[in-house]
C-alpha cells in the first residue's frame, strides 16, 4: 500500500488509487499519516476539520471518520485509539513524504561530500515524489497549518539541487529555471545568489550585478532589511572576479553550499561552543535517544523546525543529558554548535540582548553588530547569520517565553536545543523530555561512575543507604561520589549515616561548587511572595502524596485557592503531579530533598544556611513525618 500527501492525499493498492471521496475524510487520514504514528489528540483533529467552529457532534464524527478509514485501508493499517486521539502505524506501508526526506537527508550529506553527481541523483528523486500543493483535497485548516513547512523543505531540497548542478558546471542548463524561481520566490537570497552565479560563469556580468541590485530593492521595499551575509559574499566575489566562471572544487562552490569549509569538510570559523562533554554520563538512555532522534535532520519532518525542550526540577541533570546529546549529534550540524547559558551566576536571568551578542561574536565579525541595545536590531541580524545554516543552538536554563523568545531563530535548518525547569510556551509544539528522577539501579551507577567502582563494591550496604537518601537526584549522586573519590582513606559508611540524618542531610549534599541546596534557591526566589510563603507550610504535610482539599485545609483556604498555589509550586518544578486520589482529584508530592529544602526556610527570610531560625527548623525536621 502507498500514502500520498504531496499533492492530493491519495491511497494507492498495487498502483491503483484507493476510490474514497471528502475533504474530511482525506484530512483525518493526512493528520494521522503526518503525526508519524505519534497520537493526535481529538483537539487537534478538531481543529483541523472546522477550524474554530466544531459542531456539537464532534466526538461522533470523529469516531465515524476513523471507523470508515479503518474500513478502507483494512487489516494492513493499524488505527487505534489512545486518549486523547488516535495513532495510526501503516505497517510495511509507504509515504512519499518519508521518501522525500529520506532522499532529501542523503542528497544533502552527499553535497556536503563532495559527491555532486549522486546528490544530484537523489534530490531529483527527493523532487520527484511531489505531485502538487500538499493536502490538495483535505480542508483549508490542515493546508494552512501543516503545508507552508513542506513547501519550504521542497524550496530549501530544490536550492541544493542547483547547487548540485552548479558544482558540475551545469550553470547554462539552469538559467532559465533559476530566472523562473527568482521571480517566484523574489526574496529568496539563495536562489538569487545561484543565479547570479550562473550568469557570472556564462559571462553576463552585468546581468548578475543588475540582479542583486534588483534583490537588495525588494528586500528593502518589502522586509525593510538588508540583502544578508550570503548575498553580500556572492556580490563582493563577483565585482572581485573571484566568482569563477568554470567550478574547480567544493571551495569554488562555497558561495552555492554555504560557507567556505576547510580541509575535512568543516565551514572555515564554524562555532563551537559546546562545554565539554560528561566522560562518565550514564544512565538516561531512553531520554538520550528520544533528543538525538529529535535533533536528526529527519526527526520531526522536513522543513519543521527541530526544537527540543528538556524539562525538570533542579539537580535532575537536565544540562549534562543536552551537552550529551548535542556532543553526539554534532555531524549533523556542519555549520557549528552555539552555547549559551541563559541564567547568570547569581541565579538571575540573563537579558537576551547580552546572549544575543555573545551568539552573534561566534557567528561573525562584529563589526557588523551595531553598538545599540536595540534589542529589535540585534533579533534581525542574528535571524540573518543563523538563517539557512545547520546549525545547533543549546540555551541552557531559559527562564520563561520574554528571555527565550529573541534567541530562537525564524527558519527550520538551525536546530534548537532547551533547557529549563517548565514547560515553555514559545517553544509550543517542540519534543518535550521531562525528567524524572533516576530508578535505583541508575542511581547506582552513577554513584560507583563518581566515587569509583571498587568503592562502592567495597560497601554495597552503605551505598544502597546513600542511593535511598539521594532519592534519584544526580546532582546529589555526583556530590557524594566526589566527595568519596577525594578520601580515598575513608569508607562511605560514615557520610551514608550522616546522610540518614535529615538535620544534615542537605548539608552534607555539598561539594565545592556542587550544592543541593543553592541549586533549589532560583526556583524558590522566582515563586511570588504569596506562593513562597505557603511553601514550607506544604511540606509539613509529610512525604505522602496530598490533594488540594487536603492542602486547603492546612492553609485555611478554599480549595480552588490551594490548588492555584499548588500549580504555581508544579509550574516551578518545586512540586510534582503524582496521580489522583480515589475521587479523581490530582494529588501532589514533594520530592525528598525538595521537602527537606522547604523544611529548612524560615518564614519570610532568604534561605540563608547560616541563618539564626536554623535550629528550629532543625526540631521542626526530626518531628515531622
Not at 505531485?131 to 530544490?158: C, I, S
Not at 536562489?191 to 552585468?206: E, K, P, V, W
Not at 569509583?452 to 554495597?460: I, L, N, T
Request: proline share 8%.
Amino acid at each position: 500500500m502507498e500514502f500520498r500527501v504531496l499533492g492530493p492525499v491519495e491511497v494507492r493498492r498495487d498502483g491503483h488509487r484507493v476510490a474514497f471521496s471528502g475533504a474530511k475524510l482525506h484530512t483525518v487520514l493526512a493528520a494521522l499519516l503526518v503525526a508519524r504514528e505519534e497520537v493526535i489528540s481529538d483537539e487537534r483533529l478538531c481543529r483541523l476539520l472546522w477550524g474554530w467552529a466544531p459542531p456539537a457532534t464532534v466526538s461522533a464524527q470523529l469516531y465515524t471518520y476513523v471507523s470508515r478509514l479503518r474500513k478502507i485501508l483494512g487489516d494492513e493499517v493499524l488505527i487505534d485509539r489512545r486518549p486523547p486521539g488516535y495513532a495510526m502505524s501503516i505497517g510495511n506501508a509507504t509515504l512519499d513524504l518519508t521518501e522525500f526526506e529520506r532522499l532529501a537527508l542523503g542528497g544533502r550529506e552527499a553535497l556536503i561530500a563532495e559527491d555532486f553527481e549522486k546528490a544530484g541523483e537523489l534530490l531529483r528523486g527527493a523532487l520527484a515524489r511531489w505531485n502538487g500543493l500538499p493536502f490538495a483535497n483535505a480542508t483549508e485548516y490542515l493546508a494552512d497549518t501543516e503545508a507552508p513547512r513542506l513547501t519550504e523543505a521542497r524550496t530549501v531540497t530544490l536550492e541544493h539541487r542547483i547547487a548540485a548542478d552548479l558544482a558540475l558546471g551545469r550553470h547554462e542548463q539552469i538559467t532559465g529555471e533559476l530566472t523562473g524561481l527568482v521571480a517566484e520566490f523574489p526574496l529568496r537570497e539563495r536562489i538569487r545568489c545561484q543565479l547570479m552565479t550562473a550568469l557570472c560563469r556564462s559571462g553576463r556580468q552585468a546581468d548578475a550585478i543588475h540582479l542583486y541590485h534588483h534583490g537588495r530593492a525588494v528586500l528593502a521595499d518589502e522586509l525593510g532589511v538588508n540583502p544578508g551575509e550570503e548575498l553580500q559574499s556572492t556580490y563582493r566575489a563577483l565585482l572581485e572576479g573571484t566568482l569563477d566562471r568554470q567550478p574547480r572544487s567544493a571551495a569554488s562552490a562555497a558561495v552555492l553550499t554555504g560557507p567556505r569549509r576547510d580541509a575535512s569538510g568543516r565551514p572555515a570559523g564554524a562555532p563551537a561552543m559546546l562545554p565539554p562533554d560528561t566522560v562518565d554520563f550514564t544512565g538516561r538512555e531512553p531520554e538520550l535517544e528520544l533528543l538525538c532522534r529529535a535533533l536528526a535532520p529527519d526527526g520531526q519532518g522536513a522543513g519543521r523546525p527541530r526544537r527540543v525542550l528538556v524539562t525538570g526540577m533542579a539537580g535532575l541533570g537536565k544540562t549534562a543529558l543536552a551537552v550529551h546529546a548535542a556532543h553526539r549529534c554534532q555531524r549533523h550540524f556542519p555549520d557549528g554548535q552555539l552555547y549559551a547559558d541563559l541564567r547568570a551566576p547569581d541565579g538571575t536571568p540573563r537579558h537576551p540582548t547580552r546572549v544575543l551578542r555573545g551568539l552573534l561574536r561566534a557567528l561573525g565579525p562584529m563589526d557588523d553588530v551595531p553598538a545599540t541595545e536595540d534589542q529589535d536590531q540585534l533579533v534581525r541580524l542574528y535571524r540573518e547569520r543563523t538563517r539557512g545554516r545547520q546549525l545547533l543552538i543549546v540555551l541552557d536554563n531559559a527562564s520563561g517565553a520574554a528571555q527565550l523568545g529573541p534567541l530562537l531563530p525564524n527558519t527550520p535548518e538551525p536546530a534548537v536545543l532547551v533547557t529549563g525547569r517548565t514547560a515553555l510556551p514559545t517553544v509550543a509544539g517542540a519534543h518535550t523530555v521531562a525528567l524524572a528522577p533516576l530508578e535505583p539501579r541508575d542511581s547506582l551507577e552513577l554513584l560507583s561512575a563518581a566515587a569509583g567502582p571498587a568503592r562502592v563494591a567495597a560497601a554495597p550496604g552503605a551505598a544502597s543507604s546513600i542511593v535511598e537518601h539521594c532519592a534519584g537526584l544526580p546532582l546529589a549522586l555526583r556530590i557524594v561520589g566526589t566527595r568519596i573519590a577525594a578520601r580515598p582513606h575513608s569508607t562511605p559508611d560514615r557520610l551514608a549515616r550522616r546522610l540518614a540524618d535529615p538535620v544534615t542531610r542537605l548539608r552534607e549534599l555539598h561539594s565545592g561548587d556542587l550544592d543541593v541546596h543553592t541549586s533549589l534557591l532560583p526556583s524558590w526566589r522566582a515563586l511570588d511572595p504569596e506562593v513562597r510563603a505557603v511553601f514550607p507550610v506544604l511540606a509539613a504535610l509529610g512525604p505522602q502524596p496530598f490533594p488540594a482539599a487536603e492542602a486547603a485545609l492546612s492553609l485555611r483556604l478554599p480549595e480552588a485557592g490551594a490548588e492555584r498555589l499548588l500549580e504555581a509550586l508544579a509550574d516551578a518544578a518545586l512540586l510534582e503531579v503524582s496521580g489522583a486520589d480515589e475521587w479523581g482529584q490530582p494529588c501532589y508530592l514533594f520530592h525528598p530533598l525538595v521537602r527537606l529544602f522547604a523544611l529548612s526556610l524560615d518564614e519570610g527570610a532568604a534561605p540563608d544556611r547560616g541563618s539564626a531560625g536554623r535550629t528550629e527548623h532543625n526540631r521542626r525536621l526530626t518531628h515531622r513525618p
